[in-house]
């Protein structure tokens, strides 16, 4: 299960993700292999088609350029897409303008290493909720430390 949503930047590439720090995550441009978040941030330079697994309930997306940030909180889904097609992808779908990668970062919660299986009459309960915070400072950075921890 997947829960979608685009996230509309000024630049992506002045776009960071924080909260998938040391996680493991599936990367979809090399057969879903498992490797472990490095950086201290993800930021985009090129397509990233990526499941990070057991992920925490907030996640941090920090617009430098126009100076907002949101938090995607999510519940009883444990992980997370993170999507870019960039240029080459971008310009091979139908539906998705030239350079419109350059103005687009997907964000999803998802239940993808263990999917939710219901039997007749179960139910189960999951959700996303994206929220416009106001960015905090320091040094002149935004300091989703405080967005993540809040």
Request: glycine letters at 6%; one cysteine or more; proline letters at 4%.
């Amino acid at each position: 299960m997947i829960v979608e949503k685009n996230y509309c930047s000024s630049v992506v590439s002045e776009v960071r993700v924080e909260g998938l720090e040391t996680l493991d995550y599936l990367d979809n441009l090399r057969n879903k292999e498992r490797f472990t978040e490095q950086g201290d941030a993800i930021t985009f330079e090129s397509e990233v088609d990526r499941i990070y697994l057991s992920t925490p309930t907030k996640i941090a997306i920090i617009d430098h350029e126009k100076k907002r940030t949101f938090v995607l909180k999510k519940d009883g889904l444990a992980d997370a897409v993170v999507w870019n097609p960039w240029e080459r992808k971008a310009k091979a779908m139908a539906d998705f303008g030239d350079d419109e990668y350059k103005h687009m970062l997907c964000i999803e919660a998802a239940a993808v290493e263990k999917p939710i299986t219901l039997k007749p009459g179960e139910e189960w309960k999951g959700r996303q909720e994206l929220s416009a915070v106001p960015s905090s400072y320091f040094s002149g950075q935004l300091d989703p430390q405080k967005v993540l921890q809040g």
